[in-house]
């Protein structure tokens, strides 16, 4: 099992930032990856980016150059760092953490961006 608590949402004027947090029950290390997903009133459940246990990285096209994720240094902490935010960019933004026989989900954190 791995547990997963998200922070850091909240409400922002475009073009400012946010940096959510999900604290894992588990080192990364014994992850095979982990990630943030979106979701928008309305709208399907989408990929924002995802971090192997080695660092790889993978973004969504919209978020590349705007958003980044990475690895805390104690190991069990994926941050996502959102620049340059856009009112498209209001969700509801859930970690993601898949192992090798499981994936599992945050309760998720909400993100509203005003014009």
């Known amino acids: 099992q791995v547990q997963l608590v998200e922070s850091g949402g909240g409400l922002v004027q475009a073009g400012g930032s946010l940096r959510l947090s999900c604290a894992t029950s588990r080192s990364i290390f014994s992850i095979n990856r982990m990630g943030w997903y979106r979701q928008a009133p309305g709208q399907q459940r989408e990929l924002v980016a995802v971090i192997t246990s080695g660092g790889t990285t993978n973004y969504a096209d919209s978020m590349k150059g705007r958003f980044t994720i990475t690895i805390g240094n104690a190991k069990n902490t994926v941050y996502l760092q959102m620049s340059s935010l856009k009112p498209e960019d209001t969700a509801v933004y859930y970690c993601?953490?898949?192992?090798?026989?499981?994936?599992?989900w945050g309760q998720g954190t909400k993100v509203t961006v005003s014009s």
């Open positions: 993601y953490a898949r192992t090798q026989f499981s994936a599992f």
